[in-house]
């Protein structure tokens, strides 16, 4: 086994490709990200925590947007966290923690974060634990800090359309994996399981996620998500961003 993961940047590539086959406009969502956070810091370097953050995607686009960022990086898998590790490089702080459990924000290393962005995740767990977190997500920011979640939020008035839309995006993925241009969900995990330093790393995810994929698909609408932002106690909460089934949905401390 090696003691070190080699070429990093190229696994956090690899992840990228294969997060981008299921979100084409990956990117937009970002950007729109990283803009709600320059509007509530002026200029200033942000400190931001990239809740359930993976490989580190979102922190990798914060510094390279805001040189002089603090970034925190929190996860539990730790296949994902050591390329995070490995591909931020000292830059952020690499963090584990279960968000099942309140007690996921005991060691932030932080209080008065400027921003909270998650991505793609929150839908792994459920809907009584979601609202929960979100009012827990509030004592991590500073007044007037901001909380972005970019998940699937399908749109209730466009039940058959969104469909379709879903139906057509399943079909240009297949085609993407077919031809080569990224690798599924299970072909990314494989490849990963079979690199000497990541392989231990993946066995242990498999005893904190035992289901080939995860455990919970659930994925209300955005105004759900509205709602239960506002019932955490967020001043404003709205739409920042739609593309299709997905949305990011902002709410300001
Ligand atoms: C599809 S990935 C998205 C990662 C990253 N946000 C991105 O956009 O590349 C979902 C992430 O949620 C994390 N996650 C799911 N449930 C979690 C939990 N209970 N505690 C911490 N992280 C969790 C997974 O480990 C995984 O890294």
Redesign the pocket.
């Known amino acids: 086994m090696t003691t070190y993961l080699a070429d990093p940047a190229t696994w956090q590539e690899s992840?990228?490709r294969q997060?981008e086959a299921?979100?084409p406009d990956?990117e937009e969502r970002?950007a729109a990200m990283l803009s709600a956070v320059d509007a509530v810091t002026d200029g200033a370097p942000p400190r931001v925590l990239?809740?359930?953050?993976?490989?580190?995607?979102?922190s990798l686009r914060v510094l390279s947007r805001f040189p002089g960022a603090q970034a925190t990086v929190?996860?539990?898998?730790p296949a994902?966290?050591a390329i995070a590790t490995a591909s931020l490089h000292g830059r952020a702080t690499i963090m584990?923690?279960?968000?099942?459990?309140p007690q996921?924000s005991a060691e932030l290393p932080h209080r008065e974060y400027d921003a909270v962005?998650?991505?793609?995740?929150?839908h792994?767990?459920a809907a009584e634990r979601v609202a929960e977190l979100y009012a827990e997500v509030r004592e991590a920011l500073r007044p007037g800090g901001v909380f972005v979640n970019?998940d699937h939020m399908p749109d209730e008035a466009l039940p058959t359309f969104t469909k379709k839309l879903m139906t057509r995006a399943a079909a240009l993925r297949s085609a993407r994996y077919a031809a080569g241009a990224a690798l599924s969900w299970p072909d990314w995990w494989a490849r990963a399981a079979d690199d000497d330093f990541l392989a231990p790393l993946v066995e242990q995810?498999s005893q904190?996620?035992p289901s080939a994929h995860?455990s919970a698909e659930w994925m209300p609408p955005a105004a759900w998500h509205i709602d239960a932002l506002r019932m955490a106690g967020f001043t404003e909460a709205g739409i920042l961003w739609r593309g299709g089934p997905d949305a990011a949905v902002i709410a300001v401390n």
């Open positions: 992840w990228d997060q299921f979100l990956r970002f990239d809740l359930a953050g993976g490989t580190g995607t979102i929190l996860d539990q898998d994902l966290l584990s923690a279960d968000l099942r459990h996921w962005l998650t991505a793609t995740a929150l792994w767990l970019a995810r904190i996620y995860h």
